[in-house]
Each structure stands twice: as C-alpha cells, then as structure tokens.
DNA sequence: ATGAAAGCGCTAACAC
DNA sequence: GTGTTAGCGCTTTCAT
C-alpha cells in the first residue's frame, strides 16, 4: 500500500505539496509538479478515497434505496439517477432491500453511517417519521415516495392515486361492474394508494368496494399469480382486474392463460408502471406509464443542487402527471 | 455531528470502553455497558463507518461491475450476489459501466480506491492484464467474464462458445443452410467467444461463414432490431439468425414483425441468457440458459471465502454448463 | 512556492 | 475492567 507520504518522501518533498499537485488547489511549480507525477506513476500511488472522504467530509457516493432490482422499473429509475450524477463526479450505490421492511430500515441506516452525500429513497414501507431523525442530523434525502412528505425532502411524485382512477374509469367505461384489484400489504405505501383511487373510481360510478376482490401479490410476477388464482377461483369473479405493478399485472396473465380465459374477452387485466415487458407480453398490456428513468434523472437532479449547496430551501415537489396507456388486455 | 469522544465523555469513560461496548471485542462490567449504551441512545449516536474502515482496512463492501442494468440478466445476478452477501454482513455496490470502455476502466479503479473488499466483475471489455496491477497490490477480483483468466483470481464460466454450438446446431439440424448472427463489437468478450462457438458449429456442417451475415447489435434490444433490418436486407437473407443474447432477439424479433415475416416460419430466431422476457415474447424465444442468479452467488460466495482469508490458493474454476432451452421462435 | 502540524473518527496495542 | 496513546491516509490552516 503505498500512500501520499511515500511518494512525499520519493519525490523529497512534503505531503502538502503532493495533495496539492493532486487536487490543483494551489500553484505548484512545473518542475516540482512534474517530479511528484513521475513518482506517482513509478509508485502506482492512488489516493485512498476513505481517508479522503473522513477529511473532506464528503464521499462523492449517493445511495439509491429500492425493494426489488428484478422488477425492471427500478433499473431504469437507476439508470435516470445514475445519468444526472456521473458527469458530476457522484457514484450512486444500489441497496436492494428485497420488499422486507426491516432490510429497508437496515440499509438506510448503513448508508448514513457510510456517510453517503444523499440517499434517494425509492422505498415502500419508510415514512416521514422514520427518515426525520436522519435529517435533523443532516442527512439529504430526496423521496420517491408519497409516504415521505417533509417540510426539507424534496420530492417526486407522479399521483399514484390519479393513476389508478384513470385505469378503474376506463375499465368502467368498458361496461365492467365486478372489478378485482390485485395490490400488495397496505403496509407498503405504493399500493394502498393505487388501492385508494381505485375505490374513489368505483364510487365516483356507485358501486361499492367488495373486499373480497382485493387480493395481494407482493408487486411479483408470482405473486400476481396466486392472487389472480384466488379472485378467479371466486363464485362471482371479476370480469376485470387492476393490478397495482405490471409484474403482478403479467402474473395475473399468466393464471387466466392457465385457466384457459381469454384477456380481454373473459377477463380484462390492467397493470401500471409500463415497464418494457408490458408491451412484450400477448396481448400486449394496458397500463399507466410511470416514468421511472425520469424521476431517477429528476431526483438526481434535486440531490445534487442540495448536496453541494446550490439550494437550501424548503422541499421541492416535481410532480410527473401519471398516463394512461391503453394496448390490448383491456 | 456526535462522536465515540462524545460519548465517552458523556458517560465518564474512555473512548476505547465505547468502542468495546460497540464491538464486544472485550467484556465491559455490566454497569458501565448499561450507561454507555443509554448515552447512546440519548445521544443518538451512529459510528462512522468511514472513519471504522479507514482504521480496520476493510469496508465490508463489494463492488459489482456490470455493463447495464436494465438488461434483466444483471439484476438478476446483482440478487444471487446480494443473497450471497448480506447474509455474512457484506454489502454490494452495484456500478453500471453503460458498455463503455472507458467508464468500466473509471469504475474498477474508483472501486479500488474506495477500498472495496472486493470486485466482481461482468464486464465487457477488461482484459486480464487490466486487472493485473490491482491484483498485484492486493485487490481480490472474482471474474465473470472468460476475458480475464488470472491464476490467482477465481473465475465463475459457462463455457459461451458450447452454448453457441448448441444452438447454431439445433438450427443446422433443423436444416437452416444460411444461418446469420447478431453480435457485438468483437472488443466485447462474450460476443466474441458466442461468435466463435456459431463458427465452429457451421464448420462441423462444413458451411463457409459468411460475414455479410453478421450484423452488431450491442446487446440492447434496439440494436437487435437494427441489426436484424441490416440482414433482412440483404439481397440473400438469411433463413435463421443466432442473437447474442436475448434482449438484441427480442429487438430482431422486433423487426421480424415489422417486416411482415413470421417467427419462425420465414425465419428462425435464438437468443441466449433465458432472460424472464424471453418466455413473455410471442412467440416464446428459443435461447440458452445463462443462469445469473447462480452465478451471482457463486461469486459472492468464492469472493467472501478470499476477502476472510479462509482460502488463499490459486484461482478456481467454477464452471456452470449452458443449457439449450428450446420454446417457439426456431 | 513550500512545509509543519493538527485532526477527520475510529480501533487496538500496551499499559495498569 | 479500564485508560493512554498511536496511528489509519488524507487535507488544510497557518507559517515561512
């Protein structure tokens, strides 16, 4: 392990003068600069990040927080968030907490202690309590979820609960009355949302929510399957369903295949999210669009400015309208 | 910001009793844990993981290195690694190289300066001799990717070219006499080794390889499909095109459809990796299994067994056979 | 244009 | 059972 002092001694000067030619923060002269590179090349001298990072008090690191990196919907808020921070010098660090509420505590807390710059938080059981503590200690969050609303957090939505009115209309207007919803714990905040506009459409059209159409599917694909298996195995099942993710949304297809029922025709299964696959499968899925590689980009973004002092307001809320995407399964 | 030196303070010890309370590395009297974990408490205090690591010389943290995450087989892998990982209280770090040279080479070296415990890398393009100077200062590598065979890093393989010749076979046994690919740049290791699997399939048929039946699709879907427009232009198009992975045949299959031409009556498709999506796609995608999860955890688990010093011989040789999975497009 | 020295927050000899 | 002290490798005041 070679460190600044070697090269210091090397190159027969001090260690200041060697993070100098390192960081450019004050004149060095061309030849004592060149001397001091050639030693770092000899040495193969590279600077240790942790060192640097306890004295600078910044690790360059964001870390994005999310319940499952299977479900293709949050590698591409990954890669929006990774694109807003790499040309600024920022690495993004993925925790995957497997859907499991205490992983997801575990992880934020480790994050904190690594010191992270920013944590974005994509999470499905935090809420504004739990994230406050951190805060009030310094730690920047920005969230992406509608569970997390603080006076100092910034904020991207996209109304979830508008999302899910949009596709339980449409099923309405399709002439459907019996109409299932596949959700997930109403724990995780994502899908008692989608569950709430989803009841607020029924009422808007008078029909009054049957819980018995409400299944869970813990946002997997084979989730969604067992929940579908056990709406349709109902006497009086549902002639159409709202799933609150596309994975479960696919899972549900994947029972009415099995139990030889055409989609649309003997069910209708709507998703959200549109993630690519939704437009993969057969019939083609109709969904919401929730634009994740978007919301990564813009979280990026709102971290950034606040991370490195560009903004120290209150919390700033980008709103991303939710769109209805109508294909074949409904 | 509260410190160890804070707390010790605080409970009238020194900074070493806290920190052994913290560790239990040394028994502590009862009475004094008691009120050294109550000022923490009160105090709220939280290591610093930064200044814990700089001390121990390790982070508990694992780099993943892989070209793009949004490509499903990634994920998927990234689980098998976490699930190898955090059960012994590792972490992963999962850095998205975007099938860029030069950011792979960017991301292993800032890997290396965070002082990760270890790297495991899915990358395109680094070479054995890229590795080599980091291996030499100490950083363990576990390699995915058969471009880097070093005799002290262990290695996880699959053997790309026999699963090249599985299914270039299956489409000659088939009677497909003009078989075209969908590769990558040949700096791009598994495309290069899949390419020379399909080359030595035809061979053993004694048909010549013709290159104008060789198109580069980047492993992404839309590139698939422009690849697979550049053959079907062709005056002479090929009856059959083997994909280099499944997302550039979802992206031919794309085209295929487009064109007007049916899969696989007018022609033959193949990818490789068994992506989730590859079972979604109508009709199903005939590929070959490239189990990433395993994979994935094979690697966490060699890698942990070298970052604990519980093996330290010469790199071993995990070797998973690819399997043909034969479905609807050839 | 350069250096000496303090210190970021922690752990671990080595005392007692 | 507990404390003193010396670092881990770096940056940065404050001098010269």
């Known amino acids: 392990m070679v460190t600044i002092a070697d090269v210091a001694e090397r190159a027969g ?5 060697v993070s100098h030619v390192l960081s450019g923060k004050r004149p060095v002269a061309a030849a004592t600069r060149e001397r ?9 001298f590279r600077p240790n990040a942790l060192a640097r990072s306890l ?3 910044r690790t360059q690191m964001v870390a994005l927080i999310l319940p499952d990196i299977t479900n293709p919907y949050y590698p591409m808020l990954a890669r929006g968030l990774q694109d807003a921070l790499v040309e600024e010098g920022y690495h993004a660090f993925l925790c995957n907490t ?3 509420k205490e992983q997801e505590a575990a992880f934020i807390a480790d994050a904190v202690q690594r010191k992270v710059d920013g944590i974005v938080l994509a999470s499905l059981y935090s809420r504004t309590q739990d994230v406050d503590e951190y805060i009030k200690n310094g730690a920047i969050f920005v969230s992406l979820s509608s569970a997390i609303v603080h006076p ?3 904020r991207i939505s996209s109304d979830n ?5 949009l596709a339980t209309r449409y099923l309405l207007e399709c002439g459907h009355q019996r109409i299932g919803m596949i959700g997930s714990s109403l724990e995780q905040h994502p899908s008692s949302t989608r569950l709430k506009g989803f009841r607020k459409a029924l009422e808007e ?4 929510f049957d819980d018995t159409l409400f299944a869970q599917g813990d946002f997997t694909r084979a989730g969604g399957a067992r929940a579908m298996r056990k709406l349709m195995e109902q006497p009086d099942r549902p002639t159409a369903v709202f799933c609150a993710n596309d994975l479960m949304a696919i899972g549900a297809m994947d029972t009415a295949h099995e139990l030889g029922l055409r989609i649309p025709e003997n069910v209708a299964i709507i998703g959200y999210d549109d993630i690519e696959a939704a437009s993969l499968v057969s ?3 109709t969904t919401v669009l929730n634009p994740a590689y978007e919301k990564g980009k813009a979280a990026g973004q709102l971290l950034l400015e606040r991370v490195r002092g560009k903004y120290k307001g209150p919390g700033r809320h980008v709103f991303i309208p939710p769109r209805f995407i109508k294909r074949e399964s409904a």
Chains 1, 2 share one sequence.
Do not use: C, F, H, N
Request: charged share 30%.
């Open 98 to 100: 497997d859907g499991d």
């Open 152 to 154: 100092e957090v910034d």
């Open 283 to 285: 019939p083609k899925l």
């Open 55 to 57: 004295r600078m008090q």
């Open 161 to 165: 609960e508008q999302g899910a009115i």
């Open 13 to 17: 000067v001090s260690k200041t003068t």
């Open 36 to 44: 001091i590179e050639q030693v770092i090349e000899e040495l193969g």
């Open 205 to 208: 059209a008078s029909i009054s």
